[in-house]
């Protein structure tokens, strides 16, 4: 197998970074860690908040998004982060517990309507989000308006308002008529 190889990637989040790593971390979608209180599950997350000035992890597919807090210092966390990721995948420790569970499964009864919105997010959106270290996740659909809840980079950045009106908006409402608004929680 090939030696791990990290990569730093800046957001548009000035609060975030993104690791790319050679390795899959996750198999779909991302996993967002607001604290690590909520990490007990990820020995990987875990590890990345007992840096100092980590406030949040987002595993993705082939990356990690890492949100500092206010004294957290970008010098340090740029050292610290790789270090700890190589050392963690090079000794093949897992990413997860066995015992998780990465995503509810679409409901039997979710709407067509629930159903193409969760495919187009899951198929086009969620991975140009993922590019930016962030992730876009579903959370209801009612009476035309489509809740979803940003992640990551995504969560806190100037610009996630616009990518969800301009961006994941117009790409639902043209796909789907019956949708009003998406909004974010």
Known sequence: MD??????EFTPNPN????VVNRTLVERGAVNFLEASKASKSPLALKLFEI???????????F?????????DWDVLAERVPGVLETHLTDGKPVFDADFELDTPVASDASDVERKIREILD????????MDGGDITFDRYEDGVVYLEMRGSCSSCAHSSATLKMGVE??????IPEIKEVVQI
Do not use: E, Q, W, Y
């Open 64 to 72: 990690v998004t890492i949100t500092k807090n206010p004294t957290g």
């Open 123 to 130: 198929t086009d959106i969620r991975p140009a989000v993922a």
């Open 52 to 62: 100092p000035g980590v406030s949040a992890v987002m595993l993705g597919t082939h």
């Open 3 to 8: 030696p791990i190889a990290i990569n730093l």
């Open 16 to 19: 975030t970074l993104k690791f």
């Open 170 to 175: 117009t790409r639902l409402k043209d796909a």
